[in-house]
């Protein structure tokens, strides 16, 4: 079955660490992208990228760092300098170019706890 | 700037009765526009969209949207609400404008809505 798959589901944290959650798609999407998810706040995207070896910062990056080497895998590290790290994580992918209409497939979601 | 706007943080209906969960945006040229519906710890999955056409939309279990140009609201209804609807939902919008980043969604805060059996 296609989808997208993130790991790990629950990850918990001491302060100071950096912590990298996976994803991975198999819909042979160009397009990826890294939401956070705060109660209230709804979505809020951190980093996106619409090709390999390529992204780019979403509205909150500082303290996230991405790499896309693969097509189908698209991490994200969660550095010591994320002031407030503790959250709910997405990610998410689409096709890429003009036909594209934007739906976004997710994946099931990583949550962070920083003790 | 894109943006969307979802007025009520939670709705609550009665099981049997028609349900609205409120959106309205704000985009430069012509909008996408998405629902997408999220229960506890788990991600998001896509509802209905608009692009083009007729302005009501029929998705994915019993759900449909009308689009309204003139108000820029595009609200989520049901005629008969389930219990097991009960979850968090999300208004998207992009616009289809080419130099806008392709794929990427402006999201509302969420709206809960909770279904009394």
């Known amino acids: 079955d296609g989808g997208i798959t993130q790991s790990p589901k629950y990850l918990f944290r001491k302060e100071g660490q950096n912590v990298t959650l996976s994803c991975e798609q198999n819909?042979?999407?160009?397009?990826m992208y890294w939401y956070r998810q705060d109660p209230g706040q709804g979505l809020r995207l951190i980093y996106y990228?619409?090709?390999?070896?390529?992204?780019q910062k979403g509205d909150i990056a500082e303290g996230y760092s991405v790499s896309r080497e693969k097509k189908e895998s698209f991490p994200l590290t969660v550095t010591s300098a994320q002031k407030n790290p503790t959250a709910f994580y997405l990610c998410?992918?689409?096709?890429?170019?003009?036909?594209?209409?934007?739906?976004?497939?997710f994946g099931e979601g990583s949550r962070l706890t920083v003790l | 700037a894109q943006s969307v706007a979802q007025p009520e943080d939670q709705v609550n209906v009665a099981e049997g009765n028609p349900l609205t969960v409120k959106c309205t945006y704000s985009?430069?040229?012509?909008?996408?526009l998405f629902w997408y519906v999220q229960y506890p710890n788990r991600g998001l999955q896509f509802l209905l969209k608009?692009?083009?056409?007729?302005?009501l939309v029929k998705g994915s279990y019993g759900f449909e949207a009308e689009f309204n140009k003139s108000q820029t609201s595009f609200h989520l209804k049901k005629p008969s609400a389930l219990v097991s609807d009960s979850a968090l939902y999300f208004c998207?919008?992009?616009?289809?404008?080419?130099?806008?980043?392709?794929?990427?969604?402006?999201f509302g805060r969420g709206t809960q809505l909770t279904v009394w059996p």
């Open positions: 998410a992918s689409s096709m890429s170019g003009q036909v594209n209409t934007g739906e976004l497939f």
């Open positions: 819909l042979n999407h160009d397009a």
């Open positions: 990228s619409q090709i390999v070896n390529d992204f």
């Open positions: 985009v430069s040229g012509n909008p996408y």
């Open positions: 608009y692009i083009t056409g007729d302005n």
């Open positions: 998207a919008v992009r616009d289809d404008n080419r130099g806008s980043t392709l794929g990427r969604l402006y």
